[in-house]
């Protein structure tokens, strides 16, 4: 195999987007962020329910390729499926631990100024995340 | 005896605007049009086995939103042992409605709302045949 096959080109984030809570809606928003917005090049998504149905490609590519999970909860739903289905994930990150006990976040549909700020923060830390690793990755193959 | 409720549960597709708009669909259901009848839970917690939620699926009638054909909230429920009321395809719609066309995956747009004012309405028919008696 040639060395720079071995190189990593995308990192794959993995979010909950629980339906029944808000902070599944923050998840969203915030990997969307990353995907669209500020890492378009060096990330690519992979469907939840997709991939828990059975997608052998997302599920082979999560095993091959670093992830970063995104959770609604304590449960953690996206990060014990990648684990489940693919081997250890990167990073996880749990929204709750972005949320401040003097905030109450309560829009599912409709994400408020307060939520969208908590949303763009993790957007920051899972896009600085993927820098690292690219360049962890990048400095392991030079 | 609680009256049975529906349980309405969308694929949340992250990839492409249609499952947005399965995911915008069911809020304007449970949260709106048909608030008393229904709620949502959470597709991913259903399908890591959560007792809690696979018994609530179980006592209730179900219906999914699907984006898109490879039809996810469907075949995860249908794993944990369910077979929906009713299951719906968002491309289905928006085929027949080529003016409503969503736009982006964060925000659908106008076409987009419109979608799913169509999508809504035409399920809120069928949730109100389903818990009729």
């Known amino acids: ?142 | 005896m609680d009256k049975k409720k529906v349980i309405v549960i969308p694929c949340s597709g992250i990839g492409k605007p249609i499952g947005t708009v399965s995911r915008e669909t069911t809020y304007e259901i449970v949260e709106k049009l048909r608030k008393e009848k229904c709620q949502t839970v959470c597709l991913a917690l259903l399908t890591s086995g959560d007792k809690e939620t696979i018994e609530k699926l179980n006592k209730n009638y179900c219906i999914t939103i699907d984006g898109c054909a490879k039809h996810c909230a469907k075949k995860n429920v249908e794993a944990c042992n369910k077979i929906p009321d009713k299951s719906y395809m968002i491309l289905k719609f928006a085929a027949a409605n080529p003016d409503k066309k969503p736009e982006g995956i964060i925000d659908i747009g106008n076409g987009g709302s419109d979608l799913v004012d169509t999508v809504a309405s035409h399920i809120v028919k069928d949730i109100d045949e389903l818990t009729k008696d």
Request: glycine content about 8%.
């Open chain 1, 1 to 142: 195999m040639e060395e720079n096959e071995n190189k990593i080109k995308k990192v794959g984030i993995v979010s909950c987007s629980g339906e029944d809570l808000p902070e599944g809606t923050i998840s969203r928003i915030a990997t969307l962020e990353v995907l669209l917005k500020k890492k378009p090049f060096g990330t690519t998504t992979i469907c939840l329910p997709l991939f828990i149905a059975g997608g052998e490609g997302d599920r082979l590519f999560a095993k091959n390729n670093p992830t970063i999970t995104v959770d609604g909860c304590e449960k953690l739903c996206a990060k014990k499926a990648t684990e489940k289905y693919s081997g250890k994930v990167t990073c996880s990150i749990n929204v709750r631990n972005f949320i401040n006990s003097n905030t109450k976040v309560c829009n599912k549909r409709n994400l408020n100024s307060r939520e969208k700020e908590i949303a763009g923060k993790i957007a920051d830390v899972i896009s600085n995340k993927v820098d690292d690793i690219l360049k962890e990755s990048k400095s392991y193959n030079d």
